[in-house]
DNA sequence: TCAAATCTGGTACTGTGTCTCATGTTTGGA
DNA sequence: TCCAAACATGAGACACAGTACCAGATTTGA
């Protein structure tokens, strides 16, 4: 039931965009009420994003599966294959939300609010292979690595979803986008 | 007279919380309607951000200054120092509201939005300095290298505000954070 | 079959942001 | 000095997101 009034609001919100899309004609179109909808979803954002499943926990588990002898540069990249490669699989209604994802200014404030909290899980690793102390705030290196690791995967992401249909991988756009840093 | 409201603002939120702080309470606060208020700022948030005036401009500019010699990591480091200084020189109270912004994900969101800003603004530059065409959306790396570096400095300003009061300073705080990449 | 737990819809409310309209208030000539 | 155009302000209505509370329906399990 969460799923299919996801999936109406993701329909409504490709054809008239996101701001053009009220709670109120998703809940007609879904044939539910207002109370409903905000049941099923805390925020219009969300009913986006729930589909999508947080996959902030598997990251964090695959980073700390690779070897110590890689750096945390090459071990981050590593443990985002998997989500590269989901994103790959999935069809290319995932890359059109994406895209408008990637170009609302609301949903990409809102993205990043989730990537935080991916940030905040990631920490913990990113320390321990600095050899840093992780509660010390004054050290901004685990922050910075884990930052510019989103970063390029929002750089990815969007050359990845603006470019032509049938473009390159993006696992290899991921790697250009990694090497051109360190 | 805008200048006196985003003080008033800034006063109100430092004190409350940024949530807890409503257009309301700021116009009661500066003796104007909540008309004029909007008439200044085009949000809440601005209220804010409208005291620290936008370094986008300034940012660019000192990037273009930068030697060709430098590779595009150095020459973005060195580029941020007149930003930083002006960090620095700043009495206490843009520390604090520093620190509101960067632990409030509402304002964070929004200086996020800011920062995409400043984003665009040094595409052009680092494109030519990678020696990229500026117009292909596929290539990811000046992106990667924009969005890193301001991810450095993100880090950075959490490090640096969150922290104890005399301090490491930010010049050196973001050094750590930028070498600890590239 | 009954009763508790859950799902649903309705209504009223707060808060941000937009819009329009009616007052002032300033400014710059004649 | 007076008039008028430009401008700033305030008031009110509105759209929309999100919250809180309550009442009725439906399901579940003993």
Same mark, same amino acid.
């Given at each position: 039931?969460?799923? +299919? ?7 409504? #919100? ?58 945390? &540069?090459?071990? #981050? ?35 990043? +609010? ?5 940030? +905040? ?38 050359? &990845?979803?603006?470019? +032509? ?18």
């Amino acid at each position: 039931m969460r799923a +299919e009034v996801a999936a109406i609001a993701g329909d409504l #919100m490709l054809e008239r965009g996101y701001e053009r899309t009220t709670v109120e004609d998703i809940c007609a179109a879904a044939e539910i009420s207002r109370s409903t909808f905000f049941r099923y979803f805390p925020s219009k954002e969300d009913a986006l994003f729930g589909l999508t499943l947080d996959a902030g926990e598997d990251l964090r588990e695959a980073l700390v599966a690779r070897p110590d002898s890689e750096t945390p &540069w090459t071990a #981050m990249r590593r443990a985002l294959d998997p989500l590269i490669e989901k994103y790959e699989a999935d069809d290319e209604r995932v890359r059109l939300l994406t895209r408008l994802v990637v170009t609302t200014p609301a949903l990409l404030a809102r993205h990043q +609010e989730k990537n935080a909290r991916w940030h +905040e899980l990631l920490r913990a690793e990113v320390s321990r292979r600095l050899g840093a102390d992780p509660d010390d705030r004054a050290d901004p290196r685990v922050d910075a690595l884990v930052g510019a690791s989103l970063a390029c995967v929002h750089a990815a992401l969007t050359a &990845w979803t603006t470019g +032509e249909r049938p473009g390159v991988k993006l696992s290899v756009i991921l790697d250009r986008a990694m090497d051109a840093i360190a």
